[in-house]
């Protein structure tokens, strides 16, 4: 007998992509909004993997940023302790832009 391809051991969802999901209309609507990205005129299987495509892009740009912008953020991204040397910097990091916040205010103040 043959079983067409389809196998009933197993969990299916060992099987099924995870990261798929069925976006509402109006989800679409918005993300479209913000990219820019004509999302419309994909099928719409084709139109849930761009949208999954964009979200990460999304989420990797924002880990880029927060890599540059915190000493501290990979290691918290993956679950472990900041080294003392990234709390340090990024102590000092802070104290830098406390004084070059003063220092904007104290300027603006002097030339009104």
Do not use: I
């Given at each position: 007998?043959?079983?067409?391809?389809?196998?009933?051991?197993?969990?299916?969802?060992?099987?099924?992509?995870?990261?798929?999901?069925?976006y509402k209309q109006s989800e679409v609507e918005e993300l479209q909004?913000?990219?820019g990205e004509n999302l419309k005129g994909f099928l719409p299987k084709d139109q849930e993997a761009e949208v999954n495509r964009?979200?990460?892009?999304?989420?990797?740009?924002?880990q880029a940023e927060n890599l540059k912008n915190d000493p501290t953020f990979a290691a918290t991204l993956h679950g472990n302790k900041p080294h003392k040397g990234a709390i340090i910097d990024k102590e000092i990091q802070q104290e830098e832009?406390?004084?070059?916040?003063?220092?904007?205010?104290?300027?603006?103040?002097?030339?009104?």
């Open positions: 007998m043959s079983s067409g391809g389809h196998s009933n051991v197993g969990f299916p969802s060992l099987y099924e992509s995870q990261n798929q999901k069925h909004k913000h990219t964009l979200r990460s892009q999304d989420v990797q740009r924002r832009a406390e004084q070059l916040r003063k220092k904007g205010d104290a300027m603006t103040g002097k030339s009104m």
